[in-house]
């Protein structure tokens, strides 16, 4: 069983069996409501799930028998709102779990997130620079344990050194530092390559934090199920990772998270250019592909310089396998799985 509460459908899963939690409406709807009328006199009449981070009492019964046969849970917060969700739902379930955190979107922490660690049977983290965050409300068993998703169909490939497709993909009103620092290399690009493009796979919406320089050159190809986003990305000569470009010490993201679609490139054997800080997290994890499969970069000419090394057939090739290797050793879904289940077992 699969359980969100997002209004915007970007935490949707295709799974057969997922629970959408709207703030909004009441019950196991399809879509996405917004933000409108009808969002709004759902809210005024209380018919919704939630009042701000608590569930509404009488949603709790149908909650119940909507999870009934839950016996383990796997919960994922992102946020202090997030955790406190997360509290009220295990509470009612009453199951044992575990915790994963990707993020930590706005630390220091609430007393829900010391709740979730002091009672989960483990706490799985992504990057070390957490384990300090967790140490801060309480010690509990901690783990790594990275994003992951499944093995892909397709596969990259070489095409030819005067052309350049770039793949940027996901959501980018975090990242607005990165679609930035590309555009200020356009110029130079456009003298190195014959035929230069940009394919963007993501929110329509998400289209506007793309710079006026590179809108001319770029194929917006909005949402894509995961095959035809795969096949997308495997026609691109590279990827665009747009941030976290800030310092550690002024971005939650810079200092906590790796993006989570740094995958979908890994996964086809895209190398990877990426617009992040030297101290970040995502530099760190990726610290065993850095200069051969992933491409730091904090300057238009380092874009540059990147692009020339994969116009090398021979270095490009070796940049795919790379990337490949590092997917399927740290991100394939399989593995993470066996290391997830691995906990849970003795609970199921």
């Given at each position: ?173 975090p990242y607005k530092e990165g679609p930035k620092l590309l555009s200020q290399a356009i110029g130079r690009l456009r003298g190195q390559f014959a035929d230069l493009r940009l394919r963007y796979i993501g929110p329509n919406d998400e289209s506007r934090f793309i710079p006026t320089e590179l809108r001319p050159l770029t194929e917006c190809m ?127």
């Open positions: 069983m699969n359980c969100y509460w997002f209004d915007d459908g970007k935490g949707d899963s295709d799974a057969p069996t997922t629970l959408r939690l709207y703030t909004s409406l009441p019950s196991l709807w399809p879509f996405a409501t917004g933000r409108g009328f009808v969002t709004r006199m759902v809210a005024h009449f209380g018919i919704g799930w939630w009042e701000n981070t608590r569930m509404i009492e009488r949603k709790k019964t149908r909650l119940r028998e909507l999870l009934e046969e839950v016996s383990f849970a796997y919960v994922a917060p992102f946020s202090n709102v997030d955790a406190a969700r997360c509290r009220e739902i295990l509470q009612i379930l009453g199951c044992p779990f575990v915790v994963h955190i990707w993020d930590f979107l706005d630390a220091p922490l609430n007393g829900d997130y010391k709740w979730l660690f002091s009672h989960a049977k483990h706490v799985f983290y992504l990057s070390p620079t957490m384990i300090e965050e967790i140490r801060t409300s309480v010690v509990c068993d901690m783990s790594p344990l990275s994003f992951g998703r499944r093995k892909s169909r397709n596969r990259a490939k070489y095409h030819c050194e005067d052309k350049l497709t770039i793949g940027l993909i996901g959501t980018l009103y909005g949402y894509l199920d995961d095959d035809g986003r795969d096949r997308a990305l495997a026609e691109c000569d590279v990827g665009y990772l747009p941030g976290p470009l800030l310092a550690p010490e002024i971005d939650a993201r810079s200092r906590y998270s790796v993006p989570s679609r740094s995958a979908d490139y890994l996964a086809i054997g895209l190398p990877m250019i990426a617009a992040i800080h030297p101290s970040s997290a995502t530099n760190a994890f990726f610290s065993s592909i850095r200069g051969r499969g992933f491409f730091p970069v904090r300057e238009p000419e380092d874009i540059v310089f990147a692009a020339r090394k994969l116009q090398d057939e021979t270095f490009w090739k070796d940049a795919s396998d790379s990337c490949a290797e590092f997917f399927d050793e740290h991100l394939d879904m399989g593995r993470l799985q066996k290391q997830l289940f691995a906990v849970a077992q003795p609970f199921l």
